[in-house]
């Protein structure tokens, strides 16, 4: 089964708990706090491997977690950072955000990595908040929570060369012929249902040529699969990202022309900049009768548009040594194809409102205080140590929260959220 769209949640580790711990060591009185950090969560990353032509690996399993940060000790010990995770993609996939629909990465070169969700910091131990009034602080970071995501990876196949053609035109079996293969083969439509892929050697036509050509057979398209119809979307997707388009047109067909015809309007409806790319029509089944009496008008209409052409069987396998050199000759040398068809990838980069900024809103009876630095102050503080959340309190009058709150009309006993903690308000605290 080809897999070429998959949805998955993906969730970093959190950081490790700072410690609150004191020196306990004979002849050292007071001996202060040395209550060391938590480590940093792992971060999970998608990786382009090249090995990879599908999301095979993502058609089961679909939470993915990195490893959490180890908690801060006695004696200033940090927690160990967790491992991260390394997801691996073909060339070609596009990352979106599964809620927004927003674009976050087109990732099409060799190598090519993106920090898909970040890993929570490790909070800071009791030995960071000695002062010269408080050298006794019980007070401790708690580890921010890793950042957790929901993607939509979609793949957009990268080949040298693409089959397009009717249904029942032969693209099958001309890659079969080309390659060793092995599409399903039936003598009716829609046989195939996804993109088959195939390798072809030149060196079988030139034994100087070492260049070795992807090739992937296309499911068979149909008038009006530009905005939908039968595979549609699934189908043009993968188009766009081959070097070079080998239309395939049943010269046996009751009206050839007009077969090629409706690809290339398909096509057109689809991005234009498709006609515009390196293209070699190959007329099929000249092994028929009515492909050997079709064969010289339709020669005829591509040498007046000036598009190369070249009439073969793919069934009996005529043509296919001059099919194999007109591929020679139209793709790009062999250090050309070892880059990605495109430049080097996209990634995203949003610039977000600076660390401080909040917003105060209503949320089904309650108040929700969002922010990047509050919320992560929320999530670091333990609420059942006194002085954590005294000093969580003065954190939101610091920040302008409490101000901002107040204007919302907030009173004693209304709930407010930040981040996934829920208080209670005191407006007297």
């Not at 938590?38 to 993915?64: N, P």
């Not at 959490?68 to 993609?89: F, I, P, T, Y």
């Not at 689809?270 to 190959?282: A, G, N, R």
Request: charged share 25%; hydrophobic share 40%; no cysteine.
């Amino acid at each position: 089964m080809f897999l070429d769209e998959v949805t998955i949640t993906v969730t970093a580790g959190n950081g490790g708990d700072g410690a609150a711990s004191f020196r306990r060591e004979a002849h050292v009185p007071r001996g202060g706090p040395d209550g060391g950090d938590g480590g940093r969560g792992g971060s999970i990353y998608l990786v382009v491997d090249a090995g990879e032509t599908m999301l095979r690996d993502y058609r089961f399993k679909h939470q993915f977690r990195a490893g959490h940060g180890g908690r801060g000790e006695g004696s200033k010990r940090h927690g160990k950072a967790g491992l991260n995770l390394q997801l691996k993609v073909p060339p070609g996939t596009v990352v979106r955000d599964a809620r927004s629909g927003d674009l976050l990465a087109d990732l099409v070169s060799r190598e090519q990595s993106l920090m898909i969700a970040r890993g929570g910091r490790g909070g800071l131990g009791n030995v960071h908040f000695a002062t010269s009034i408080n050298r006794a602080p019980t007070h401790s970071q708690k580890g921010e929570p890793g950042e957790e995501r929901r993607i939509q990876l979609e793949l957009r196949l990268i080949a040298d060369v693409g089959l397009v053609g009717l249904p029942n035109a032969g693209k099958s079996t001309l890659l079969a012929a080309l390659s060793a293969a092995n599409p399903a083969i039936a003598s009716y439509p829609f046989t195939t249902l996804s993109p088959n892929l195939g390798v072809l050697d030149l060196a079988v036509a030139d034994p100087a040529d070492e260049r070795r050509v992807t090739i992937a057979d296309m499911p068979g398209l149909i008038e009006g699969a530009s905005a939908g119809a039968g595979l549609g979307h699934a189908f043009l997707r993968h188009v766009s990202r081959n070097r070079l388009l080998g239309h395939v047109v049943d010269l046996a067909s009751a009206d050839p022309e007009r077969d090629y015809q409706v690809i290339r309007d398909e096509l057109e409806a689809h991005d234009p900049k498709l006609l515009d790319k390196v293209s070699l029509v190959i007329g099929n089944k000249i092994d028929l009768p009515a492909g050997v009496e079709n064969r010289a008008a339709f020669a005829k209409r591509r040498a007046k548009d000036g598009i190369p052409f070249v009439a073969i069987s793919a069934d009996a396998g005529t043509g296919i040594d001059k099919l194999i050199a007109s591929l020679a000759q139209l793709l790009p040398d062999a250090a050309t194809l070892a880059k990605p068809t495109e430049p080097a990838g996209v990634v995203i980069h949003r610039f977000e409102a600076g660390p401080d900024a909040f917003e105060v809103t209503r949320e089904d009876g309650a108040y929700r205080v969002a922010g990047r630095r509050i919320e992560r102050l929320a999530a670091q503080t333990n609420f059942d140590n006194p002085e954590s959340a005294d000093r969580f309190q003065r954190d939101l009058a610091r920040l302008g929260v409490e101000r901002e709150l107040a204007k919302a009309g907030v009173v004693s006993g209304d709930i407010v959220r930040i981040g996934k903690v829920e208080l209670e308000w005191d407006a007297d605290a």
